[in-house]
């Protein structure tokens, strides 16, 4: 019987600073055949194993054409991140997964796709990015609404760099607050979709950020005149088993690690979870 | 199938063929405590109790169990998968407790995913299950849809007819496993089926006695939690968490790891629902941050989301939820509401 609770081993191959207590860790498994089958698609999710401290799940910031390695991009908060952002290449990590529905990319080709990631809840929003830019031609357009806390916390500002160079998508940034280096938006990522007038038409949004931040844009994209099916989220939970079976994520009669991390908000809607 | 019979100075001759072939888990007092235990040589379980004070459920969901242990070896980390599961039987389970083996195998079964330690164990386990003899204060099988006479999930039953138990083989397993002893075995006579008959008969008399209102559980829980009786129940709440380690359908679980010597293993525990940390991610946000909400997905998931889910309600009425602390009697307080008619 194949156990979804016994984790492959990983080797870190290359660990990033992305801003203060953010990094980014690219990870190969040791057995490379893994792969193949392991294959995370956009907004699934991974339980990382750091032997001793436990597991805990993570969005994969990984493409869907980018093969080989994962990667992580994890923020400093508790034991297991500690413990995690003290290893150093060679080190050897666990990792289940995937797991979770992933964003629907598919559905949303031919459309306005807008991505919109708040803080920490960039890395899945990065996957989705870089696998529609790697499909662009499938997309009427694809344009990033990104919010950070500062600009010293804006996640892979090497790549947006980069992204706005090559024209793929429409790249815009905000920070919650400026400072002199800042030549860009300032305020929340609500004021951001405002501000660029983001429109429904022939549109699909999908969102991840933290609680808070998913709070305001909904009422946001209502007002710019999205329909509840018009916005995805992707939720989390401190979910343990990701297969539906611990509890934590127990939403409706529904589980975020099964069913989700991604739902509609219509879908939401009729299953009564307010965000 | 035939309706068969056995004494009960023959019972130690099949416990004891059965504990030749499996793990034989049964009631047993110890300490004070009333649980299903592993029977040793020469261990007699304890027949006449009205129910164990822990569930059933620990036999194949333990309260703390290793899943995975890890080395560090200088050929690089070593992961092995722990499997613990053997031929099992268990023996003198209530009906109530077996019925609630029905939630939690689609509750590890959920997705088309299966949990490999619960369903190792529980393919596993042949279910000897023995009817009551009168109802324990306060449980109310019937009333959450328990078969009290003969249980859904049970291989074998029971039914005490004074000097001997008239059996019902339910299953291929439990042939098998009257097979083991057929010498023990007599057919029943027709006034030892009309004993076992007007056992049952008695027993659900009684039953009928303690019988709450559990109609529309949907209706009823969202009734309740907009009900005055709802704030009173939940500013009470300890969030100790008693009520789901004592429910036979509870399956919520921690994951942590044990380091020791170069390696170590991953443990889960019961965890329930109620407790403050239970949500709580490390970043600070808990989406469910006071009892109210947490005491909300209890009763939801008992009769709602878990019904919808997994088609079966999440209570089997076996009572020992009202070991509350503080009082709370969630089902009494679901059945004293005024159900209106369903939106």
């Not at chain 1, 032997?51 to 910031?61: D, H, K, L, R, Y």
């Not at chain 2, 994951?255 to 525990?269: A, F, Y």
Request: aromatic share 8%; glycine share 10%; hydrophobic share 35%.
């Amino acid at each position: 019987m194949k156990n979804p609770y016994l984790p492959h081993v990983a080797v870190i191959q290359d660990i990033r600073d992305e801003g203060p207590g953010l990094k980014s860790f690219d990870l190969a498994f040791r057995d490379g055949s893994v792969w193949e089958e392991f294959r995370p698609q956009p907004g699934q999710f991974v339980e990382l194993s750091v032997f001793g401290e436990g597991e805990a799940p993570f969005g994969v910031a990984t493409g869907a054409h980018e093969t080989g390695l994962l990667r992580l991009s994890i923020q400093q908060v508790g034991r297991l991140t500690k413990m995690l952002h003290s290893m150093a290449p060679g080190d050897e990590v666990g990792v289940r997964g995937p797991f979770g529905n992933g964003w629907p990319l598919e559905a949303a080709k031919g459309k306005n796709l807008i991505l919109i990631g708040g803080g920490i809840g960039m890395p899945p929003v990065r996957s989705a990015l870089v696998s529609a830019m790697a499909e662009k031609d499938q997309y009427e357009s694809i344009s990033l609404f990104y919010g950070a806390r500062s600009p010293e916390h804006i996640t892979y500002a090497d790549e947006i760099e980069q992204w706005i160079a090559s024209d793929d998508a429409k790249i815009n940034v905000t920070v919650d607050v400026g400072d002199d280096t800042w030549p860009g938006h300032v305020g929340v990522i609500t004021t951001l979709l405002e501000d660029e007038h983001a429109s429904p038409a022939n549109a699909v949004t999908m969102t991840c950020g933290p609680p808070i931040m998913i709070h305001f844009v909904i009422p946001t994209l209502t007002k710019l005149g999205f329909s509840d099916d018009q916005i995805i989220v992707s939720l989390e939970a401190r979910m343990k088993c990701g297969i539906g079976k611990c509890g934590r994520c127990n939403l409706g009669a529904e589980y975020i690690c099964l069913d989700g991390p991604v739902f509609s908000y219509d879908h939401l809607q009729t299953m009564g979870i307010r965000l | 199938m035939d309706r068969l019979k056995i004494l009960k100075s023959r019972l130690p001759d099949w416990l004891g063929k059965l504990r030749a072939q499996a793990a034989v888990y049964a009631p047993v007092e110890r300490a004070g405590v009333t649980c299903f235990a592993r029977l040793a040589p020469g261990d007699e379980p304890q027949l006449d109790y009205g129910n164990t004070d822990t569930p059933l459920k620990e036999v194949l969901f333990p309260q703390t169990e290793c899943l995975i242990t890890w080395q560090r070896t200088p050929e690089g980390l070593q992961v092995q998968e722990v499997d613990t599961s053997e031929p099992t039987v268990i023996f003198g389970a209530r009906p109530c407790d077996v019925t609630g083996l029905r939630f939690l195998d689609r509750a590890f079964r959920l997705g088309g995913i299966e949990d490999p330690y619960w369903v190792r164990r529980r393919d596993k386990t042949t279910v000897i299950s023995l009817v009551c003899p009168h109802p324990v204060p306060g449980c109310f099988g019937p009333s959450a849809g328990v078969n009290e006479t003969s249980p859904e999930g049970a291989d074998v039953v029971l039914t005490d007819i004074g000097s001997a138990y008239v059996v019902e083989v339910k299953s291929e397993q439990g042939q098998a496993a009257v097979d083991l002893a057929s010498d023990a075995f007599t057919s029943a006579a027709e006034e030892d089926l009309i004993a076992a008959r007007e056992a049952g008969e008695t027993l659900l008399a009684e039953l009928a006695e303690q019988a709450i209102d559990l109609e529309e559980p949907e209706a009823r829980a969202k009734a309740f939690l907009q009900s005055p009786a709802w704030e009173q129940v939940w500013n009470r709440c300890l969030s100790c968490g008693i009520c789901a380690f004592l429910c036979p359908t509870c399956h919520c679980f921690d994951i942590c790891d044990q380091s020791c010597r170069g390696g170590g293993e991953r443990i889960r525990c019961y965890d329930t629902c109620s407790s403050k940390i239970y949500t709580k991610q490390a970043g600070g946000h808990n989406a469910r941050p006071t009892a109210k909400e947490r005491l909300t997905q209890r009763v939801m998931h008992k009769f709602s989301y878990g019904p919808e889910r997994l088609g079966v309600l999440g209570c089997v009425g076996c009572g020992r939820c009202r070991r509350c602390p503080v009082d709370i009697d969630l089902q009494l307080e679901l059945s004293r509401v005024e159900v209106k008619e369903p939106v």
